[in-house]
């Protein structure tokens, strides 16, 4: 690249001038190596001084060098048309862009005084000895670079960077170089080249040394030996592992449908052994966290799937309905593990919360007794959904395997705040999971009619006994009980169900799949709507509903609904009250308090520790069990609430995901049960997947899945497949990062070698 400034340049020279003791012309040598942007650094060097109305020469010197292998690049700097059409052989300034090709070969023709800067962690002075016969400057451009995401995953580009401790050494001010970065079009890399600006370190001292020989243009060239000499050394043996700085690492990275399973399940994991080695497989690494997978295969609201990667490309893996076929499809009972010196846990409540907590410390051979208000196991599983949702051969056969392991089941067996008191002095420890407290009441006139009832009673009623509806039902609330409700009076008889909500239909909190299921069944979806009165003698007749505008937003971002004074009614039969529950203990003795998921008394900490619903309030099964369980880890290791490790690291992103390897596909989707008349049928509606089919659509975000394709795509073919992965020979891996760019998943990356851990 050749570039005269033309004389009426709007950057004259006189706009910038040259920095002082800088003396032209001026040959620049730029060393690094294939796809580190050495070429293009030597171009910005050429681009910087033409911004002082120069005359520049600027070219690399590479053919068919790969990745990785080393480059050089060139700049002439004159005040008049450059001539000279030569590589620069006696460079005044030398800028080396990796450490690992510093060397004899690098150094050829620099005379000593002349400008050195190197890409390095190190100080200038820790080369004592080295380069002391030049002017010698030392930057970390790389770790800069990264910092600021310059570059890809695999190889960090530190041109722009470098040039920013270039400018510093050459006497620029920082404007100038502000000035040249927004002219380039260079702006989103300024931040990083004015750190390296400011945090360039350069040893001044030269010491008048013997150059050494140099091999320049005109100088007699070496003797090129016999091609017969050559080929005697076949293969080649030149051992390219010391040109790096970086090499490929492999590392698992979690998964954001890991990261996002409050429940705290492998996903990845169980999908992976579900395609590779079938349901039992799946299942042992699921039971490990999941001790109802048949429950949530079903009414999870499935937040590992919102979080799936596979989202941005053709839709969410349909995880739920994987975890279903697991649990449908599998015998596996987990074996407990003995312990010579088990605890005694009480347990109080017997729903998912419960059940995990319990299940865990069975799972590790401590002896378990659950204390259950109900007559049967299950919590809101057994009396709140409803069977065509959750069928209860499902929930028993979880619990049942639960059961298995040696927990004692006392139901019917309500704890009071006395009996509390009691468990606390007679078990090593107590976990109470009792779920909400009572339902929340709806302050209108008219509720006291017949006809006007909770929804949760009515909800366990239908379960234990069975219920018919006549007429039309009017439902309040916008969570999953309204819509259990309103379909549970649909299937009862009812001949119009109505759900009245306050906010919008796109804030109901229940599951989105539910609502859209409701609809499709007939259930008519009233939005801003606040009943206010009940009509009706003796049984209700009608709601009075007043209309709710949005107002401004409230703690939870969704907009406040404000009542109006404009209403208008509705005929009905029934009204269903579904507007949550108090999130209150009731058995708590006197003077006990909760804090941080423990009781205590006073001061003093007790041997009690609460999950679920009635310590966190997250309001879903898979939430109670992932409480649940850590609840039991806190138990065993005697510590308030223990936590999830993987929760730290950040999850690998849609953008660290290489579509390009992957076909679209579209999800599998469930089965669902042929239209039929709903009075009467309690019939699961979701007939889940059928087959295992959709586990292959699972990238596997970060977890390598020995696909070789960073093998294959390693241009110097230095990656082995060993018996338990892949081995990178480090000495000829020239890091070039191909193999961690191409990994379809994310499962490599590159390291600095002095990186702590990675040996090569
Ligand atoms: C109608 C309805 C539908 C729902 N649908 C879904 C859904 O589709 N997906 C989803 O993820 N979540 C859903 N939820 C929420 C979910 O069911 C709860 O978040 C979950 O059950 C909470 O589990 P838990 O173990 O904390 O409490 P619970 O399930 O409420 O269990 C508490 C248990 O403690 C027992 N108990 C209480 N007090 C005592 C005492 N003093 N002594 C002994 N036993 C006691 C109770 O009898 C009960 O069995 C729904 C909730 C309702 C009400
Ligand atoms: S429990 Fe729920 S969030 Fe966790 S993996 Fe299963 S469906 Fe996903
Ligand atoms: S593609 Fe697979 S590993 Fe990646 S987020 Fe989705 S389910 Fe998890
Ligand atoms: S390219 Fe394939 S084999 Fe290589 S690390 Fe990635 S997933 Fe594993």
Same mark, same amino acid.
């Given at each position: 690249?050749?570039?005269?400034?033309p004389?009426?340049?709007?950057?004259?020279?006189?706009?910038?001038?040259?920095?002082?003791?800088?003396?032209?012309?001026?040959?620049?040598?730029?060393?690094?190596?294939?796809g580190?942007?050495?070429?293009t650094?030597?171009?910005?060097?050429?681009?910087?001084?033409?911004?002082?109305?120069?005359?520049?020469?600027?070219?690399?010197?590479?053919?068919?060098?790969?990745?990785g292998?080393?480059?050089?690049?060139?700049?002439?700097?004159?005040?008049?048309?450059?001539?000279?059409?030569?590589?620069?052989?006696?460079?005044?300034?030398?800028?080396?862009?990796?450490?690992?090709?510093?060397?004899?070969q690098?150094?050829?023709g620099?005379a000593p005084?002349?400008?050195?800067?190197?890409?390095t962690?190190?100080?200038?002075?820790?080369?004592a /000895?080295r380069?002391?016969?030049?002017r010698?400057? $030392?930057?970390?451009?790389?770790?800069?670079?990264?910092?600021?995401g310059?570059?890809?995953?695999?190889?960090?580009?530190?041109? $722009?960077?470098?040039?920013?401790?270039?400018a510093?050494?050459?006497?620029?001010?920082?404007?100038?170089?502000?000035?040249?970065?927004?002219?380039?079009?260079?702006?989103?890399?300024?931040a990083?080249?004015?750190?390296?600006?400011?945090?360039v370190?350069?040893?001044?001292?030269?010491?008048?040394?013997?150059?050494?020989?140099?091999?320049?243009?005109?100088?007699?060239?070496?003797?090129?030996?016999?091609m017969?000499?050559?080929?005697?050394?076949?293969?080649?043996?030149?051992k390219?592992?010391?040109?790096?700085?970086?090499?490929?690492?492999?590392?698992?990275?979690?998964?954001?449908?890991?990261?996002?399973?409050?429940?705290?399940?492998?996903?990845? /994991?169980?999908?992976?052994?579900?395609?590779?080695?079938?349901?039992?497989e799946?299942?042992?690494?699921?039971?490990?966290?999941?001790?109802?997978?048949?429950?949530?295969?079903?009414?999870?609201?499935?937040?590992?799937?919102?979080?799936?990667?596979?989202?941005?490309?053709?839709?969410?893996?349909?995880?739920?309905?994987?975890?279903?076929?697991?649990?449908?499809?599998?015998?596996l009972?987990?074996?407990p593990?003995i312990?010579?010196?088990?605890?005694?846990?009480?347990?109080?409540?017997?729903?998912?919360?419960?059940?995990?907590?319990?299940?865990?410390?069975?799972?590790?051979?401590?002896?378990?007794?659950i204390?259950?208000?109900?007559?049967?196991?299950?919590?809101?599983?057994?009396?709140?959904?409803?069977?065509?949702r959750?069928?209860?051969?499902?929930?028993?056969?979880?619990?049942?395997?639960?059961?298995?392991?040696?927990?004692?089941?006392?139901?019917?067996?309500?704890?009071?705040?006395?009996?509390?008191?009691r468990?606390?002095h007679?078990?090593?420890?107590?976990i109470?999971?009792?779920g909400?407290?009572?339902?929340?009441?709806?302050?209108?006139?008219?509720?006291?009619?017949?006809?006007?009832?909770?929804?949760?009673?009515?909800?366990?009623?239908?379960?234990?006994?069975?219920?018919?509806?006549?007429?039309?039902?009017?439902v309040?609330?916008?969570?999953?009980?309204?819509?259990?409700?309103a379909?549970?009076?649909?299937?009862?008889?009812?001949?119009?169900?109505?759900?009245?909500?306050?906010?919008?239909?796109?804030?109901?909190?229940?599951?989105?799949?539910?609502i859209?299921?409701?609809?499709?069944?007939?259930?008519?979806?009233?939005?801003?709507?606040?009943?206010?009165?009940?009509?009706g003698?003796?049984?209700?007749?009608?709601?009075?509903?007043?209309?709710?505008?949005?107002?401004?937003?409230?703690?939870?971002g969704?907009?406040?609904?404000?009542?109006?004074?404009?209403?208008?009614?509705?005929?009905?039969?029934?009204?269903?009250?579904?507007?949550?529950?108090?999130?209150?203990?009731?058995?708590?003795?006197d003077?006990?308090?909760?804090?941080?998921?423990?009781?205590?008394?006073?001061?003093?900490?007790?041997?009690?520790?609460?999950?679920?619903?009635?310590?966190?309030?997250?309001?879903?099964?898979?939430?109670?069990?992932?409480?649940?369980?850590?609840?039991?880890?806190?138990?065993?290791?005697g510590?308030?609430?223990a936590?999830?490790?993987?929760?730290?690291?950040?999850?690998?992103?849609?953008?660290q995901?290489?579509?390009?390897?992957?076909?679209?596909?579209?999800?599998?989707?469930?089965?669902?049960?042929?239209?039929?008349?709903?009075a009467?049928?309690?019939?699961?509606?979701?007939?889940?997947?059928?087959?295992?089919?959709?586990?292959?659509?699972?990238?596997?975000?970060?977890?390598?899945?020995?696909?070789?394709?960073?093998?294959?795509?390693?241009?110097?073919?230095?990656?082995?497949?060993?018996?338990d992965g892949?081995?990178?020979?480090?000495e000829?891996?020239?890091?070039?990062?191909?193999?961690?760019?191409?990994c379809?998943?994310?499962?490599?990356?590159?390291?600095?070698?002095?990186?702590?851990?990675?040996?090569?």
């Open positions: 690249m050749e570039r005269k400034i004389a009426d340049s709007s950057i004259a020279a006189a706009s910038i001038p040259l920095p002082a003791g800088l003396t032209l012309p001026l040959e620049v040598r730029v060393h690094g190596r294939g580190q942007g050495g070429v650094c030597a171009k910005l060097i050429a681009a910087l001084f033409t911004e002082m109305g120069l005359f520049v020469q600027t070219f690399g010197d590479y053919g068919s060098e790969r990745s292998a080393p480059v050089q690049a060139y700049t002439r700097v004159d005040r008049v048309a450059i001539k000279n059409r030569n590589k620069v052989y006696r460079p005044d300034h030398l800028i080396v862009l990796d450490e690992g090709l510093m060397g004899a690098v150094l050829e620099v005084g002349s400008l050195l800067l190197l890409n962690n190190a100080s200038p002075g820790s080369f /000895g380069f002391e016969r030049y010698f400057g $030392t930057i970390d451009a790389t770790a800069i670079a990264r910092e600021q310059i570059g890809s995953t695999a190889v960090v580009i530190i041109n $722009t960077t470098i040039l920013g401790a270039y510093r050494l050459l006497g620029l001010p920082l404007s100038v170089l502000e000035k040249a970065y927004t002219s380039l079009g260079l702006g989103g890399d300024l990083a080249a004015k750190h390296a600006y400011e945090q370190r350069v040893s001044e001292a030269v010491r008048e040394i013997e150059a050494p020989a140099v091999s320049a243009a005109g100088a007699p060239p070496p003797a090129v030996a016999a017969l000499g050559h080929s005697r050394d076949f293969p080649a043996t030149l390219t592992g010391s040109w790096s700085n970086q090499v490929p690492v492999y590392s698992e990275h979690p998964a954001p449908c890991n990261l996002a399973c409050p429940a705290g399940n492998d996903v990845v /994991g169980f999908i992976q052994a579900l395609k590779n080695n079938g349901a039992e799946a299942a042992a690494i699921l039971l490990r966290t999941q001790p109802l997978p048949s429950v949530c295969g079903r009414v999870c609201p499935a937040p590992c799937m919102q979080a799936c990667n596979r989202g941005a490309f053709d839709g969410a893996v349909n995880i739920r309905s994987l975890e279903r076929w697991i649990a449908d499809h599998s015998t009972k987990p074996t593990q312990d010579e010196h088990p605890l005694h846990v009480a347990v109080i409540g017997g729903g998912p919360a419960g059940l995990s907590a319990a299940y865990q410390l069975a799972l590790r051979g401590h002896s378990v007794t204390y259950e208000a109900s007559p049967a196991l299950g919590g809101v599983l057994r009396n709140g959904i409803p069977a065509f959750l069928p209860q051969e499902a929930l028993s056969r979880d619990i049942d395997r639960i059961l298995k392991l040696g927990v004692e089941a006392r139901c019917g067996s309500r704890v009071s705040k006395a009996d509390l008191d468990l606390a007679d078990f090593d420890a107590v109470a999971c009792v909400f407290g009572s339902a929340l009441d709806l302050e209108a006139k008219g509720g006291g009619l017949d006809g006007v009832e909770q929804g949760l009673a009515f909800l366990d009623r239908v379960k234990r006994s069975g219920e018919k509806l006549k007429g039309n039902v009017v309040v609330g916008g969570g999953n009980t309204a819509i259990d409700c379909r549970t009076a649909l299937r009862c008889g009812a001949a119009s169900v109505k759900i009245v909500y306050r906010r919008s239909r796109a804030d109901m909190p229940a599951i989105a799949e539910e859209e299921d409701a609809g499709h069944e007939g259930v008519e979806i009233v939005p801003y709507r606040q009943p206010v009165e009940f009509l003698s003796g049984a209700v007749s009608g709601v009075v509903v007043a209309e709710v505008e949005a107002g401004p937003p409230d703690a939870s969704r907009r406040r609904p404000v009542v109006t004074s404009r209403t208008s009614s509705l005929a009905c039969d029934k009204v269903l009250l579904a507007l949550g529950q108090k999130s209150e203990i009731e058995l708590m003795p003077g006990w308090k909760m804090k941080d998921g423990r009781a205590w008394l006073g001061e003093r900490l007790l041997p009690v520790w609460f999950a679920g619903d009635c310590s966190t309030g997250d309001g879903t099964v898979t939430h109670a069990i992932g409480s649940g369980r850590l609840a039991a880890l806190a138990v065993l290791n510590c308030d609430a936590q999830d490790g993987a929760g730290a690291a950040d999850p690998v992103a849609p953008g995901i290489r579509f390009s390897h992957f076909d679209v596909t579209p999800s599998h989707k469930d089965g669902q049960l042929p239209p039929a008349a709903l009467g049928n309690f019939q699961e509606v979701n007939l889940g997947l059928k087959g295992p089919e959709e586990a292959q659509r699972c990238f596997s975000c970060g977890h390598c899945t020995h696909c070789d394709t960073c093998l294959i795509s390693c241009p110097d073919g230095v990656i082995v497949r060993i018996a892949y081995r990178v020979d480090g000829y891996c020239k890091g070039c990062g191909m193999c961690v760019a191409e379809p998943r994310n499962a490599m990356t590159m390291q600095d070698k002095n990186h702590k851990g990675v040996r090569v």
